[in-house]
């Protein structure tokens, strides 16, 4: 079945310092993929998405590439912030049940001054 | 956008009572979902909430443990029913937009059962 594999956390950075969360995925036909971040207290709000191959999605200097050679979709970003302290969760839609969506386990962000 | 209001935001609960989730949309939305988040695991789908229809539930969930109301577009209850503590998770309300290529999530109930 559909499922999506992300790098465990916690990461921790130190500001301006480059981040690659790594998510892969398992998935009948191309789905669509998606990063959404949880900030402490607050609820999952969509970071960026993709629909097709090699399709960019980018939001607050993170990007994404939707590699089907490698069913990835590793979430980058050139410098993080401290503002960027969050729990980043990849997903998919299915292509057979767009509203079905499967996530990934969450990787936890921390980023130091 | 939607605004998803989301109650309680947690809760401690005794073995074997129930707890009801309420959940509350700024605007008419045709589905809503409720996810469960365990701790350290992925959001896993419940079931999908359709008003004036019965609740489409995910493999492994079932009706009598987590029955679903959806009295009009706006607005959902989950319960989790006949609590034990392995139904300790985060519970999560979500509704999709732009042609269900979106979700948004409330901020969720922690739910502990002791």
């Known amino acids: 079945g559909d499922s999506v594999t992300q790098m465990e956390g916690p990461v921790t950075l130190s500001e301006e310092a480059f981040l690659t969360i790594n998510c892969t995925y398992t998935?009948?036909?191309?789905?669509?993929l998606f990063w959404y971040v949880q900030y402490p207290g607050e609820g999952l709000q969509l970071l960026l998405k993709?629909?097709?191959?090699?399709d960019k999605g980018s939001n607050k200097g993170f990007e994404a590439t939707y590699r089907k050679e490698t069913t990835s979709f590793h979430l980058e970003k050139g410098s993080v912030q401290v503002s960027d302290s969050a729990v980043y969760f990849c997903?998919?839609?299915?292509?057979?049940?767009?509203?079905?969506?499967?996530f990934g386990s969450g990787t936890k962000l921390n980023v130091k001054p | 956008s939607a605004v998803i209001s989301q109650k309680p935001s947690r809760d401690i609960c005794q073995r074997g009572t129930s707890l009801t989730i309420q959940c509350q949309v700024d605007?008419?939305?045709?589905?809503m979902f409720w996810y469960r988040q365990q701790p350290g695991q992925s959001l896993t789908l419940i079931a999908t909430?359709?008003?004036?229809?019965?609740?489409?539930?995910e493999s492994g969930f079932v009706i009598d443990k987590f029955p679903i109301s959806r009295p009009n577009l706006t607005f959902s209850t989950l319960t989790v029913s006949n609590m034990s503590p392995e139904d300790s998770s985060i519970y999560l309300c979500?509704?999709?937009?732009?042609?269900?290529?979106?979700?948004?999530f409330g901020s969720g109930t922690q739910l502990s059962v002791l």
């Open positions: 979500s509704v999709s937009r732009q042609g269900g290529e979106k979700l948004f």
């Open positions: 998935a009948t036909g191309y789905p669509s």
């Open positions: 993709a629909t097709k191959a090699d």
């Open positions: 997903a998919l839609s299915a292509v057979y049940n767009f509203n079905k969506f499967y």
């Open positions: 605007s008419q939305v045709t589905m």
């Open positions: 909430a359709n008003q004036g229809s019965e609740a489409t539930y």
